[in-house]
């Protein structure tokens, strides 16, 4: 059996430890049970991928982006809409970007979203924070010891006018920045040959969520692959007051055929 591990944005800034710019209630024990699921299963896992949200401190997504109508800084978690970018209650700290972001804001709403939260700064390439975890660091350097070769490593989110929730496609992709647009290498790479593509990670109600979503609706659109989807679902935890959206993840996958395990239920099938 050939198993696939996708591990969506396991970072120091996601857990729920001391330093944390975006912790996740539960996250720090997710990835430790699944550091020690790799270490127990490391020969029947055929090939690990990792993502890592990556940014810069300054992008529209986070507080550094926008101002309030009175020219302080947004809170964390505001919501950004393109009637209230209009109307001026929120706008970019730099006036020329004004345009681009509204435009960005409209094609969300042509996708069905309303606007977007705005996050605290996390995930800043290169710091501690866009570190993976290091319990699961530890056992991802065992799996390339015992299997000779890298595990693979995706960055997403160098973008800084559209969110990028999902590994593979931008939240508002651009025509003319080949990082927004559906990676469908990185899907077929995962898909092609594959029994199993398992996901774990954080969050699940944000990343993980879209990953799959985006994962899905590549596999109905290339019916030669078709690997059983799992969510580890005792291995991501969804962002604080956003729990709803985990659980709408995980009836749908459930609708869609797709495996809603805990990562020991996960072990028994591969072993």
């Not at 559906?182 to 995962?190: G, I, P, Q, T, V």
């Amino acid at each position: 059996m050939r198993t696939q591990l996708l591990i969506i944005d396991p970072q120091n800034d996601f857990c729920d430890i001391e330093g944390a710019a975006l912790p996740v209630a539960g996250a720090r024990e997710d990835l430790r049970r699944l550091a020690r699921f790799i270490d127990a299963h490391t020969a029947r896992l055929s090939d690990i991928t990792v993502t890592l949200d990556s940014h810069a401190s300054v992008a529209v997504e986070r507080t550094t982006f926008w101002l309030t109508r009175e020219g302080q800084a947004v809170a964390p978690f505001t919501f950004i809409t393109a009637a209230g970018v209009r109307a001026g209650d929120h706008r970019p700290r730099d006036a020329r970007l004004t345009g681009q972001v509204v435009a960005m804001l409209d094609q969300l709403a042509a996708a069905g979203k309303d606007g977007m939260v705005v996050w605290p700064v996390h995930c800043v390439t290169g710091t501690w924070g866009h570190n993976i975890q290091s319990d699961l660091a530890d056992s991802l350097a065992a799996w390339e010891m015992a299997h000779q070769r890298a595990v693979a490593k995706v960055l997403k989110g160098a973008y800084p006018l559209s969110e990028h929730f999902g590994v593979f496609e931008a939240d508002a992709p651009v025509a003319s920045v080949p990082g927004t647009q559906f990676n469908r290498e990185l899907a077929a790479s995962l898909a092609d040959g594959a029994d199993v593509v398992a996901f774990a990670g954080q969050a699940s109600s944000h990343c993980v969520a879209a990953s799959y979503d985006q994962f899905m609706r590549f596999l109905a659109s290339a019916p030669a692959f078709a690997p059983q989807v799992v969510l580890l679902r005792d291995c991501m935890s969804p962002v604080p007051g956003f729990e709803t959206l985990a659980e709408r993840l995980f009836d749908r996958a459930r609708s869609a055929g797709t495996l809603v395990l805990s990562v020991d239920e996960f072990a028994a099938r591969i072993r």
